[in-house]
T-cell receptor, first 111, second 115 residues
Framework: GDSVTQMEGPVTLSEEAFLTINCTYTATGYPSLFWYVQYPGEGLQLLLKATKADDKGSNKGFEATYRKETTSFHLEKGSVQVSDSAVYFCALSASWGKLQFGAGTQVVVTP | ETGVTQTPRHLVMGMTNKKSLKCEQHLGHNAMYWYKQSAKKPLELMFVYNFKEQTENNSVPSRFSPECPNSSHLFLHLHTLQPEDSALYLC??????????????FGPGTRLTVL
């Protein structure tokens, strides 16, 4: 079945460091891919998405490119801030509809 | 502001109590979802409603009973819960359950503690 695998956390970084969170997927067909973010005490918010191969999603300085050849959708940000501390979820939407989430990666950014 | 509200935000209940969680979406969506988020565990999909019809029950115990009276409102009725049911319960909505329209918008969640 469809699945999403993302790197385990916590990932601890200093402010202004480069962030990468790896996400790979298994799916039949051509899924859409998403990154959601959950700040402490809140629900999940859509961060960015890509609906077809080679699409790049971007928002708030974060980027992810849909790589069909490597079945990946890695999240990157060039210079993190303390306010980026959160849990990040990679997700896919397969052709038959269900949204499948990864386990989440906690990111901690220290001043 | 996500357009999906949940009440209450926090709930403490005993194992013999009956309570309900409420979710309301102001986005004109037709699909609504309940998720359970426990510490150290992946997000668990519990129920899905599409155009007020339940389309998914992910082997959820009967002590959780959903209700969707219209496309804007979703309830989760709770009775005789167990301490292991303590978790953050998240509601979400999307335009439809169908692929291509199922980008989900989440509420802030209800933090439930069962004593």
């Amino acid at each position: 079945g469809d699945s999403v695998t993302q790197m385990e956390g916590p990932v601890t970084l200093s402010e202004e460091a480069f962030l990468t969170i790896n996400c790979t997927y298994t799916a039949t067909g051509y899924p859409s891919l998403f990154w959601y973010v959950q700040y402490p005490g809140e629900g999940l918010q859509l961060l960015l998405k890509a609906t077809k191969a080679d699409d790049k999603g971007s928002n708030k300085g974060f980027e992810a490119t849909y790589r069909k050849e490597t079945t990946s959708f890695h999240l990157e940000k060039g210079s993190v801030q303390v306010s980026d501390s959160a849990v990040y979820f990679c997700a896919l939407s397969a052709s038959w509809g269900k949204l499948q989430f990864g386990a989440g990666t906690q990111v901690v950014v220290t001043p | 502001e996500t357009g999906v509200t949940q009440t209450p935000r926090h709930l403490v209940m005993g194992m013999t109590n009956k309570k309900s969680l409420k979710c309301e979406q102001h986005l004109g969506h037709n699909a609504m979802y309940w998720y359970k988020q426990s510490a150290k565990k992946p997000l668990e999909l519990m129920f899905v409603y599409n155009f007020k019809e339940q389309t998914e029950n992910n082997s959820v115990p009967s002590r959780f009973s959903p209700e969707c009276p219209n496309s804007s409102h979703l309830f989760l009725h709770l009775h005789t819960l167990q301490p292991e049911d303590s978790a953050l319960y998240l509601c979400a909505s999307s335009l439809s359950e169908l692929a291509g329209y199922n980008e989900q918008f989440f509420g802030p969640g209800t933090r439930l503690t069962v004593l």
